[in-house]
């Protein structure tokens, strides 16, 4: 079986979702024998389609435009056995480079109108291929990708042989969604091996690829502290991620968030402490941490008796993680105090290090 693997994402290897999912569907067609060629469309010179039906007219199946699509990319779309079109999901539906690859497959259909059960179309020049739809978006609703469901379907209709779509896909690769993730990622090479001996993904394949990820509102409350961090400092997230900058919390409930994604379990692995934050100022809340064996479970509040307690300007301590100020000089001007295991203070960095 002869595979072509579309990916249209615009990110780079390192931040492509629909890549990731893309190259463990892919392992796992090559594991199962299938021959394949996967093609990053953004490294691709790939014009729109102008209409002129050159194509169908004078040079009746070549394009007459001259690019990477009529140059090289056609010539392997039709040789293809299996497409799998791969896309982001961009206001909605598939996006833009994606549609103008389809759109310039155009050459290989004929100009007439032929009757198919219900339908016209138009007959084509090639052998009719097999098609697999994959997406990612960032939002958690299955719903979210109906569009994109509705527009391959439409188009492709029983030669779709499957649609794999993965919501939430910015939240299952943070730190603390490792297992999930390696779960999701195996499961969609196993759909790879299922397409190649079978073009069928079974249900209990779909299932794992599909999982619910859970509390989608948290992971919101800290993107949003992101995106108000990347505002206030005139940065994009990539920017932000190689600038090793960190989300500025706004509240105790995200604080709470941001550091129990950050936290390193590698380095609790034989720890059992309780750290209290005192915060003052306008945020005067409290919270806790208990680590507990490579765990760290948060609690807005009080704890009873913690190891150490941090009381601190909620202001000032969100400079302190987020590199604004020097945490050594808070203590030492007495802005911020401290109580109990003093050594336990040396060891946040290690601690929450991610």
């Known amino acids: 079986m002869k595979i072509l693997a579309l990916n249209s994402s615009p990110r780079t290897d390192s931040h492509s979702k629909t890549k990731l999912l893309l190259c463990a569907l892919t392992e796992g067609m090559s594991r199962a024998g299938g021959h394949v060629e996967r093609v990053d469309l953004r490294k691709k010179k790939i014009r729109p389609c102008i209409g002129c039906f050159t194509c169908w ?6 394009c007459v435009q001259k690019d990477d699509m009529s140059e090289e990319l056609f010539a392997k779309w039709m040789d293809a056995d299996l497409i799998v079109y791969a896309t982001p999901v961009y206001h909605w539906t598939i996006n833009a480079l994606m ?22 179309k138009h007959p084509l020049r090639h052998k009719d291929h097999r098609y697999v739809a994959l997406a990612v978006a960032a939002f958690p609703e299955d719903d979210v990708f109906s569009q994109v469901s509705s527009y391959f379907r439409f188009v492709f209709g029983e030669q779709l042989v499957a649609e794999i779509y993965r919501s939430a896909s910015e939240m299952i690769v943070q ?12 499961a969609t090479e196993r759909a790879g091996e299922e397409l190649v001996r079978s073009l069928v993904v079974t249900p209990e394949t779909r299932a794992r690829i599909t999982q619910p990820v859970g509390d989608f509102g948290s992971f919101a409350r800290t993107g949003n502290a992101m995106w108000k961090t990347c505002i206030a400092e005139g940065i994009t997230p990539q920017e932000m991620e190689k600038q090793g900058i960190v989300p500025r919390p706004d509240s105790a409930e995200t604080f709470m968030l941001i550091m129990k994604m950050a936290f390193n379990p590698e380095e609790a692995v034989d720890a059992n402490m309780t750290i209290q934050f005192v915060f003052t100022g306008e ?35 969100m400079d302190v993680i987020t590199g604004k100020v020097d945490g050594q000089k808070v203590f030492d001007e ?7 295991d003093f050594f336990l203070l040396g060891q946040m960095n290690r601690l929450f290090g991610a």
Do not use: Q
């Open 57 to 62: 007219t004078k040079t009746p199946g070549v």
């Open 99 to 120: 549609k103008t690859f389809i759109e310039r497959t155009i050459p290989g259909t004929e100009p007439f109108f032929v009757k198919d059960g219900e339908r016209w």
């Open 175 to 186: 730190s603390n969604y490792r297992d999930m993730l390696d779960d999701i990622l195996k």
């Open 283 to 317: 945020n005067s809340e409290s919270c806790f941490f208990v680590i507990t064996n490579g765990t760290c479970v948060t609690h807005p509040g009080t704890a009873d008796n913690p190891d150490l307690t941090i009381e601190a300007p909620f202001d000032v301590w």
């Open 334 to 340: 007495g802005i911020c105090r401290v109580e109990g």
